[in-house]
């Protein structure tokens, strides 16, 4: 099949899968007399890999890795893969829980400022307490606290 087909049977542009040829994510196709480049039912097959793990997160020198010599994708390479990007999914998971509390924590105070009529900057409001927690949690992620007052402030 030529690229356009290739191209219409994955979703993938022609400049994208030219692309995957450069970076050896694909074998170069064989071409015709007339230069057209011809692939196979492997190189759809491959694509789709690709195209797949490409979209759960895996780098393009991850992907390349998944695949042994004569062009097969390796099972054990691929779970071991999929187990790193597990952990790599988990530790997003944490720190964008992290981020939610600490956004509603802030909105929260935020929503009591605007219902009390308080500055969130006068001594003794939930939201000066809150800079103290939020200045420890930054220390603790090496932010400083000038970097804490500033966001704060705004």
């Given amino acids: 099949m030529k690229i356009g087909e290739l191209a219409e049977k994955t979703g993938v542009a022609p400049s994208a899968i030219r692309f995957y040829e450069e970076e050896g994510l694909l074998q170069a196709p064989v071409r015709g007399a007339n230069g057209y480049r011809h692939y196979d039912d492997n190189a759809l097959k491959r694509l789709k890999i690709v195209v797949a793990v490409q979209k759960l997160g895996f780098s393009l020198e991850t992907i390349r890795g998944l695949f042994m010599h004569d062009g097969r994708c390796s099972k054990f390479r691929t779970m071991e893969q999929i187990d790193v990007r597990l952990d790599e999914v988990r ?64």
Avoid at 112 to 123: A, H, K, L, M, Q
Avoid at 128 to 139: F, I, M, T, Y
């Fill in 91 to 154: 530790r997003l998971e944490l720190e964008l829980a992290a981020q939610r509390g600490e956004l509603i924590a802030m909105r929260d105070m935020l929503e009591e400022s605007v219902r009390t009529g308080r500055d969130p900057s006068c001594p003794g409001t939930l939201q000066e307490n809150a800079a103290v927690q939020d200045a420890g949690r930054s220390a603790k992620a090496g932010v400083t606290k000038r970097d804490a007052d500033r966001l704060h402030a705004g």
